[in-house]
């Protein structure tokens, strides 16, 4: 059986690099809107 410990950590893995590629991909798209917009 799997233990409910090892099913925590995953879940922590799982949720862990799904908030860092959100991360990279918001200041990925942030960085190419203050480049298309030029600044007044």
């Not at 950590?9 to 030029?38: D, E, K, M, Q």
Request: net charge positive.
């Amino acid at each position: 059986m799997v233990k409910s410990r090892d099913i925590l950590i995953f879940l922590g893995i799982i949720i862990i690099s799904v908030v860092i590629i959100l991360v990279l991909l918001y200041f990925h798209v942030f960085r190419i809107g203050a480049v298309l917009t030029p600044i007044n």
